[in-house]
């Protein structure tokens, strides 16, 4: 208890001296609401009629406190550290596997290719019943998974389930290191592509490499897909830029409060290649250090930008050690691509009285000029050069994408397909689009709406209040009609789901490197930024080169 109390007293000193340097002005109204939070907190741990627990009282508070800030702020225990260095770093003494914990069951979501877990047999879908002495199901905190990791070379006994049947196994941790660039290849004789899905500590060495391989194989146009990457490390963007613009050129401008914090990034070093065409692949999933790739590209007039409208995140983050080895991820900055736009799109600190979050771009997007006088866009994301229009995502289909029943129906998929033909020939038909929605339609409770979610509660209310004595069949009939609707609402993004599902089953097989290789195949978009490079009229008159 004296530690835990000590671990509160220290993170409230250090946010008070934090705040205290910055906001002197504003410092008898800080004093005055920590002193009224510790006082308060002294009366609880004394008088409360139950014994609780202060690191979970702090962790909720302080959590409550920055969810009203941006979601990128946050607060670290000493468990969160070590995953968010590892998230930065690239590597990890681990097994290599991503996992997820959901109503007390730990989950595992993917096997990294050669990693221990892969080499003792560990599929998706496997569920972990028990860690070394520790029981997933009695285990209360999402930390559990970090369990998992350990130094290199130390073992870990697994209990896990698979397909109703319980296995035994010990598997030796190793460094498990994470490639941002999991495939990239020859598309025809000039082309070359590269997928890169993250900028951590290796992005641009790995991304360099692949330059480098790719050219003494003959490339002479490029295409780098940055689509589904959410960013990363700011300096890896500022360095992969570089390799296509001269030394001493503006990449990113951050404006913070503090001073010190201003500050203009540049390229340092001579660029790898000055004049091979390029084109960037975006969605609107991608985030943050790739759209500074994208934006500084486009802004120089040095690549073309083919996709959807990117994520939209312009705001900075860095990390602030605090007490006893907790840490925060602070947002202390906007960030500005060369020509001066800022891309941010949500407007967290104008929230309404309900909550909800303004656009940037629903005031109107501001008009920016290219080096080559061309006009782009600030606020609400990269608006690429040539946009791919695509039927928008209904509510119900992100449900589905992100439920146990999606998961699951690929996991049935695996097992009962020992093997598949390799990626580059595998494509789901309509007919297995079909198979999903049977199996939808079947497992009812892997897959619910809010509107489902809502009525049962609802009903449950109902129950308590003894009002539903006459409800039974008219609640049934209503939930089957909701059902009904929505299974009819997925056919809007029918091939969207086919698409997500391919992802899911080739790399259960392939890997995340399977993934890539059966896009460049059957991906449309890579298709027209192939014709795009391969039609260099075209390509010129977009950039007005």
Not at 69 to 75: I, K, V
Not at 280 to 299: H, K, M, P, T, Y
């Amino acid at each position: 208890m004296n530690k835990i109390k000590k671990v509160f007293i220290g993170f409230f000193v250090g946010i008070f001296m934090f705040i205290f340097v910055g906001f002197q002005s504003d410092f008898f109204e800080i004093a005055k609401q920590i002193d009224i939070y510790t006082t308060l907190f002294k009366e609880l741990n004394m008088y409360y009629v139950d014994e609780i627990n202060p690191a979970k009282l702090t962790n909720n508070a302080i959590n409550h406190m920055l969810s009203n800030l941006d979601p990128y702020t946050r607060y670290y225990d000493e468990q969160g550290v070590e995953s968010s260095r590892i998230a930065s770093a690239g590597e990890y003494g681990g097994i290599g596997v991503i996992s997820r914990y959901e109503n007390n069951t730990l989950t595992i979501r993917e096997v990294l290719k050669n990693s221990p877990a892969e080499k003792e047999g560990i599929k998706p879908g496997d569920l972990i019943l028990k860690i070394n002495d520790v029981f997933v199901k009695d285990y209360k905190e999402e930390g559990i998974s970090t369990l998992l990791n350990g130094l290199p070379n130390t073992n870990v006994k697994l209990q896990i389930e698979r397909q109703n049947k319980k296995l035994e196994l010990e598997i030796t941790r190793k460094k498990i290191e994470i490639n941002p660039v999991p495939h990239f290849t020859m598309l025809d004789t000039v082309v070359g592509y590269i997928s890169f899905i993250k900028f951590n500590e290796k992005a641009a060495s790995e991304v360099k490499k692949a330059i480098l391989e790719l050219k003494d194989l003959g490339m002479k146009k490029l295409i780098i897909d940055v689509r589904d990457n959410p960013g990363g490390l700011l300096n890896e963007a500022v360095k992969i830029t570089n390799f296509f613009i001269p030394k001493d050129k503006i990449v990113v401008t951050t404006k913070a409060k503090v001073k010190k914090w201003s500050i203009t990034f540049k390229t340092r070093l001579t660029a790898l290649d000055l004049h091979i065409p390029i084109v960037i692949l975006v969605n609107n999933r991608s985030a943050s250090a790739s759209e500074i790739l994208a934006g500084s590209l486009q802004d120089y007039d040095r690549a073309v930008i083919i996709g959807e409208r990117s994520f939209g995140k312009g705001l900075v983050q860095r990390y602030r050690e605090l007490s006893y080895g907790t840490q925060m991820k602070i947002t202390i900055a906007k960030y500005y691509t060369p020509s001066g736009r800022c891309i941010q799109e949500l407007d967290y600190t104008n929230r309404d009285d309900e909550g909800n979050i303004p656009k940037f771009s629903d005031a109107g997007r501001k008009l920016y000029k290219t080096g080559k006088g061309r006009t782009v866009y600030g606020g609400g994301g990269i608006l690429p050069d040539i946009e791919i229009k695509k039927i928008k995502t209904t509510e119900t289909t992100k449900t589905l994408l992100k439920s146990n029943a999606f998961f699951n129906y690929a996991t049935n998929y695996f097992y009962n397909h020992p093997s598949i033909v390799k990626p580059s020939k595998f494509n789901l038909k309509e007919s297995d689009y079909l198979f999903l929605k049977t199996y939808l339609n079947n497992h009812q409770s892997e897959f619910e709406t809010k509107t489902e979610t809502e009525f049962k509660k609802a009903k449950e209310e109902a129950n308590s209040e003894k009002l539903a004595k006459n409800l039974t069949k008219s609640y049934q009939n209503l939930l089957e009609t909701i059902h009904v609707e929505k299974l009819k609402e997925l056919d809007k993004n029918k091939e969207e789901i086919l698409n997500k599902l391919t992802e899911e089953i080739v790399k259960r097989y392939y890997y995340k490197e399977g993934v890539y290789k059966q896009k460049v195949i059957f991906d449309k978009t890579i298709s027209q930024a192939i014709t795009i490079l391969n039609n260099t009229k075209r390509y010129n008159s977009i950039l007005k080169n």
